[in-house]
């Protein structure tokens, strides 16, 4: 009988995006030789690429103040490919003099997202983006853009389609050759990821698409299947869930790397990383920062760790 079962991609890609996001939202000071000790654990667990900081200016994220200095120390990684948030020219040249050799551009969907994070509107950050990337060609570092607030945003709601479809535009304009959709405060949902996504395909078949999800709502895990359903294979996550919610303190952070991982291991779908190994530092990591961010893995455990038949009759409601 032909019932065609889901084809899914046979491999994702992830990267660890806990040394930027997860640390930024780390109200406590976290000592440069901490940082430096928690992406060396980050690194043992087979993952191929990693956020590392963010070239802010140091009064807007005091905790990532030693930018310069978290880079050149991680460089004996050698197997990693890292690469830093930059919202300007001065960060990016500052990310360059200290060995970066790809630079993330973020923006915001929405103005008002936009003007209350950068002062200025989604179009005037964008161009605002040519220098930046012109710097970069010079030195031969790539470039890969973001949006923010990509599905909903905070304060104006769904985000339509037309209002992404116009940021992608000058981004290719721009040259650059992959997006990163982000789900900043957890409100996409399934359906319209996998609508915007088959949408921004087919409109812009030479861009690669990747997700940056929350888990804000608990939605984050079924939105990275929905993008899989797309073809999408590059995902953003975090060690522990670290990186939570500016508007909702306490909330999950970043969709869990070891949940991802866990989910994409029971589905066959390969990541090179190692389940086992990246529970162990998710809880080495929160043994470090005192917490986590939301993580399925560090309260339940994978489904492989099978617990022995009681004996005698257990009766469990439900
Ligand atoms: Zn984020």
Redesign the pocket.
């Known amino acids: 009988m032909g019932m065609k079962g889901l084809t899914l991609p046979q491999k994702a890609i992830i990267c660890e ?1 806990a040394p930027r ?1 997860g640390f930024q939202a780390e109200n406590e000071w976290i000592p440069t030789e901490q940082k430096i000790e928690i992406i060396k654990k980050l690194a043992s667990t087979g993952v191929q690429s990693m956020e590392i900081t963010s070239f802010v200016h140091p009064k807007a994220i005091p905790q990532l103040r030693d930018a310069e200095e978290v880079v050149i120390k991680s460089q004996e990684l050698s197997d990693i490919k890292f690469r830093a948030l930059v919202p300007n020219v001065r960060g990016a040249q500052r990310a360059i003099d200290a060995g970066i050799k790809k630079l993330k551009l973020m923006l915001s969907a929405t103005d008002s997202h936009s003007l209350s994070n950068a002062n200025c509107t989604t179009e005037e950050a964008q161009k605002g983006f040519s220098p930046i990337v012109e710097l970069a060609e010079k030195h031969g570092v790539k470039v890969g853009g973001s949006i ?1 607030v990509a599905f909903g945003c905070p304060y104006e709601g769904v985000v339509p389609q037309e209002r992404i479809n116009d940021i992608v535009t000058r981004y290719m304009n721009l040259g650059i050759e992959e997006v990163s959709l ?1 789900d ?1 405060t957890g409100m996409a949902n399934p359906k319209q990821v996998y609508d915007m996504l088959g949408k921004l395909k087919g409109i812009y078949p030479g861009m690669t698409f990747s997700m ?1 999800l ?1 888990n804000t709502r608990g939605m984050a895990i079924a939105n990275a299947i929905a993008a899989l359903q797309q073809g999408v294979i590059h995902f ?1 996550s ?1 060690i522990a869930g670290l ?1 939570g919610c500016p508007y909702a303190p306490g909330a999950s ?2 969709i869990a790397t070891e949940d991802l991982v866990h989910t994409f291991s029971e589905m066959g779908i390969e990541t090179g990383m190692n389940l086992d190994r990246l529970i162990q530092v998710a809880k080495e990591v929160k043994g470090i920062l005192g917490h986590d961010g939301g993580s399925f893995m560090l309260q339940a455990g994978p489904n492989s760790h099978l617990h022995e038949k009681p004996e005698g009759q257990v009766k469990i409601e439900g």
């Open positions: 995006v996001d923010s982000a900043t940056h929350h953003d975090s990186g952070g970043n």
